[in-house]
């Protein structure tokens, strides 16, 4: 499968402290993208990153990507209750329809 | 700004009923759209994806089926619901190129007894 495969499965922290979650992929990619999504709704985009980029910033989001090792992280600072959700690393491996391949995710715990 | 909308946002059917799952956008125009289905603690498996009307790409063979006959409108259907058929469903859009990000809506609960 090529999927992104996210690491851990399951996350639990304290308010405040940061939370970084790690994706593994399989194949040469165009871009990766990071989604959350809270209980019973949907998905929502959080940041790309493209193949040529080794790192960005958004807020308190900050993503790494290592193409020679074909791996990802998303570090959240200074975590908030609010940030409980899971998270999915969605790998993009080209092609005109654009397709995502979406993990299983980590389930992040964020207690007050 | 665009928004996408599905309903209805739980559904309960009984095994071999028919089955009609509507998603529209709004705020944009040709759209890439996709049906995902979402198994309980598991990832999104891709099931449809619609680069235009009337074109509808399959990603796994099984009873379900798509349709888009408006540019924004994408509709999941079953003829006969089996047990599997439970899930979370979810429609995206996303816009120009492959790649880009993808804009989900709030799902459908769609329990089959």
């Known amino acids: 499968s090529q999927q992104g495969e996210e690491d851990p499965q399951a996350l639990s922290i304290q308010e405040g402290e940061n939370a970084t979650m790690n994706c593994s992929y399989k194949t040469s990619i165009n871009n990766l993208q990071w989604y959350r999504q809270n209980s019973g709704r949907g998905l929502v985009h959080l940041i790309l990153i493209r193949s040529n980029e080794r790192e960005k910033h958004s807020g308190r989001l900050r993503v790494t990507l290592d193409t020679s090792k074909k791996s990802s992280s998303l570090l959240i600072t200074a975590s908030r209750a609010a940030d409980t959700a899971s998270y999915f690393c969605a790998p993009n491996y080209g092609g005109s329809q654009g397709n995502l391949i979406f993990g299983k995710g980590t389930k992040l715990s964020v207690k007050p | 700004s665009q928004t996408i909308h599905q309903w209805p946002a739980t559904l309960v059917q009984p095994v071999g009923s028919p089955l009609s799952l509507e998603c529209t956008v709004e705020g944009t125009s040709n759209p890439n759209l996709y049906w995902y289905r979402q198994a309980a603690g598991r990832g999104l498996q891709l099931l449809f994806y619609s680069v235009g009307i009337g074109q509808i790409s399959s990603e796994v063979p099984q009873n379900l089926s798509a349709s888009r006959p408006q540019d924004r409108q994408f509709i999941l259907s079953s003829k006969k619901l089996l047990l599997s058929d439970s899930g979370f469903y979810l429609c995206?859009?996303?816009?120009?190129?492959?790649?880009?990000?993808?804009?989900f809506g709030d799902g459908t609960r769609l329990s089959i007894l």
């Open positions: 995206a859009w996303s816009q120009g190129q492959g790649g880009q990000p993808q804009h």
